[in-house]
């Protein structure tokens, strides 16, 4: 069987699906922060993945929300307490895997191979969770470390070129009341108009088939 991801064709297929299912991106939902786009997955005895998880930040919040699930985390760093420091080392599989703004620090083929191997470890139906910084943002995606820049189609594209089904899209943007009120509702028809958003970072949300 050919490798879809090899096939610029195939990819753009899949991209031009998920425009056709977020035509706009600038009316695409917005959520406060990354954890909100995990929170309606957590439930007593769900087992979360979180991947390249560094300090464990999302560990207390999920604990704190949701005392009954099981949480793992993986990431290379061996400065740091982890349960996994390998992707190839973990023989479980898990109903929630997370990923939150590691992809665009990867090359496009270490992507796929890693994007890969986390569907391996999801359950059937199991939920993939994936933020990465938000290219319409003005500055937002300019870091040393960042190598691939992906927008939402793109990104959703290559999720689905995979064999993972799309359930949302979320552009991610918090601010003070004010600030955020301005935004939302006074100025966004002048980033619409000028292509830029304010949103800081997007998530997408895929399930396993």
């Excluded at 990354?34 to 999302?58: E, S």
């Excluded at 349960?83 to 270490?110: P, W």
Aim: with cysteine.
């Amino acid at each position: 069987m050919s490798d879809i991801t090899k096939s610029w064709t195939g990819l753009y297929e899949h991209r031009k699906k998920i425009r056709r299912m977020f035509p706009n991106f600038w009316r695409v939902k917005i959520i406060k922060k990354h954890f909100d786009a995990l929170r309606p997955y957590l439930k007593a005895g769900v087992k979360i993945l979180d991947v390249g998880a560094g300090n464990k930040q999302i560990e207390g919040k999920i604990k704190a929300v949701c005392p009954g699930a099981i949480y793992k985390s993986m990431d290379i760093d061996r400065t740091k307490s982890h349960d996994y420091y390998s992707l190839d080392d973990i023989k479980e599989r898990f109903d929630c895997i997370a990923f939150f703004e590691v992809i665009e620090h990867l090359t496009f083929e270490e992507a796929v191979i890693i994007l890969r191997k986390i569907k391996d470890l999801l359950k059937p139906g199991g939920i993939f969770i994936l933020t990465t910084p938000n290219v319409y943002h003005p500055n937002r995606y300019w870091e040393y470390s960042h190598k691939v820049s992906y927008r939402y189609d793109e990104l959703a594209g290559l999720l689905s070129a995979l064999g993972l089904k799309i359930e949302n899209i979320y552009r991610i943007y918090n601010d003070a009341i004010i600030r955020r009120f301005a935004r939302l509702y006074i100025m966004s028809h002048v980033h619409y108009y000028l292509g830029i958003d304010f949103a800081r970072s997007i998530a997408i949300i895929a399930k396993n088939q």
